[in-house]
């Protein structure tokens, strides 16, 4: 199993504190777009033998801690990985993968322990074995597609810290330990609570990882190049401003041939598109989360036309601008 995990690698060169800044402008922009649209929590009380064998969750990253006891993460075609107390995993992009007490174990369909798993609900998973007992708390994270950037799809599989790393994350073990809670306080509100308690856990998680990645440059090459890195946080930040392809390599001082070719290598997609997704998020969120009119978004988002904004975001979302704020 390809994991990343901030104690089970090491940085090949230090890094100087120009690059410790460029990277964590980078990585927060690289986050911020992320939001969750909804989150299915579950605790899972299970005693050995017991394997839950899990679909792919295409737009959701999948987020098991292990509360108490133990468990093994496998994979076909993966080394397993065995999590004990205060361990988690992320699965950025819903990778499919199984849990169970030991790992050569096959069996239970997560659908048939938990047939309904919709965001905004939440769910028990119990299984009474002979052996020794773990509790584990798992979640599905939905977010929208469109929000998450070409980098965050580009994240390995599957994504540990061990119980010591969550220790350093004060904020996150107790975040955790809360949701955990099986007596967790319930009110008004509960759910939005839950959502974003879940979001800045992923945040919280992604942090140490992505610090970690950007001192593997096998892992993480974007971050380790300083005009492809310093292009992504350009775009991240000043979209709306008239750029170009020309415009946006001379801005990192780069040749258009080379700017091209070394950014769609390092994030994947070509700048233009990468520009367009960036846009599309900031669109997708003033038409839901303010009240600026929506004849003023063009504008905010770097569209001179509006006729050329309401094409390219129907391209972009399958719908209006109109009807995406509707919904």
Same mark, same amino acid.
């Given at each position: ?6 104690d089970r690698h090491?940085p090949?060169? &230090?890094?100087?504190p120009?690059?410790?800044d460029r990277?964590d402008d980078l990585?927060?922009?690289?986050l911020k777009?992320l939001r969750?649209t909804?989150v299915f929590d579950?605790?899972w009380?299970?005693?050995?033998p ?5 679909d792919?969750?295409p737009g959701?990253?999948?987020l ?7 468990? /093994?993460? %496998?994979a076909d075609g993966?080394? *397993?990985?065995e999590?004990h107390t205060?361990?988690?995993?992320v +699965?950025p992009?819903?990778t ?6 030991r790992?050569?174990r096959r069996?239970?369909?997560?659908r048939a322990?938990? &047939?309904e798993r919709?965001p ?11 052996? &020794?007992e773990?509790r584990?708390?798992?979640a599905?994270?939905?977010y ?5 950037t070409?980098?965050y799809?580009?994240?390995?599989w ?11 994350e004060?904020?996150? =073990?107790?975040?955790l ?5 099986? #007596?967790?306080?319930?009110?008004p509100? #509960?759910r939005?609570v839950t959502?974003?308690?879940f979001?800045?856990?992923l945040v919280?998680?992604?942090? *140490?990882?992505l610090r970690?990645?950007?001192g593997?440059p096998a892992?993480l090459?974007?971050l !380790?190049? *300083? ?6 946080? %350009?775009m991240a930040t000043?979209?709306?401003?008239? /750029?170009?392809?020309d415009?946006?390599? !001379?801005?990192?001082g780069?040749s258009?041939?080379? +700017?091209t070719a070394a950014?769609?290598e390092l ?6 598109r990468?520009?367009a997704?960036?846009r ?7 038409l ?8 003023a978004?063009?504008? =905010?988002v770097g569209? !001179?036309s ?5 094409l390219?975001? =129907?391209?972009? +979302?399958?719908?209006?601008p109109?009807?995406? !704020?509707?919904?």
């Amino acid at each position: 199993m390809e994991t990343v995990g901030t104690d089970r690698h090491h940085p090949s060169d &230090p890094l100087d504190p120009s690059d410790e800044d460029r990277h964590d402008d980078l990585l927060s922009e690289l986050l911020k777009p992320l939001r969750l649209t909804g989150v299915f929590d579950s605790r899972w009380h299970v005693r050995a033998p017991w394997v839950i064998e899990g679909d792919a969750e295409p737009g959701c990253a999948v987020l098991h801690y292990v509360v108490q006891g133990h468990c /093994w993460i %496998t994979a076909d075609g993966e080394a *397993p990985v065995e999590l004990h107390t205060g361990d988690l995993v992320v +699965f950025p992009t819903g990778t499919a993968h199984r849990l169970s007490d030991r790992p050569e174990r096959r069996g239970v369909p997560l659908r048939a322990g938990l &047939p309904e798993r919709h965001p905004g609900t939440s769910g028990e998973i119990v299984i009474e074995g002979t052996g &020794p007992e773990s509790r584990l708390l798992c979640a599905g994270l939905h977010y929208a597609t469109g929000a998450a950037t070409g980098f965050y799809a580009s994240l390995p599989w599957a994504l540990v810290l061990d119980g010591h790393q969550v220790d350093r994350e004060p904020l996150l =073990r107790d975040t955790l330990r809360l949701l955990a809670a099986p #007596d967790r306080p319930v009110g008004p509100g #509960d759910r939005l609570v839950t959502l974003r308690a879940f979001e800045m856990a992923l945040v919280l998680i992604l942090r *140490p990882l992505l610090r970690e990645l950007a001192g593997t440059p096998a892992s993480l090459p974007l971050l !380790r190049h *300083p005009g492809i890195s310093r292009a992504v946080v %350009t775009m991240a930040t000043r979209f709306a401003e008239p /750029w170009t392809i020309d415009s946006l390599a !001379r801005e990192v001082g780069m040749s258009r041939s080379a +700017f091209t070719a070394a950014f769609r290598e390092l994030v994947g997609e070509s700048p233009a598109r990468y520009l367009a997704a960036r846009r599309m998020q900031e669109a997708g969120r003033l038409l839901t989360e303010t009240s600026l009119p929506q004849s003023a978004v063009p504008a =905010r988002v770097g569209y !001179r036309s509006a006729v050329g904004f309401h094409l390219a975001f =129907r391209k972009w +979302f399958g719908v209006t601008p109109g009807e995406y !704020r509707a919904a």
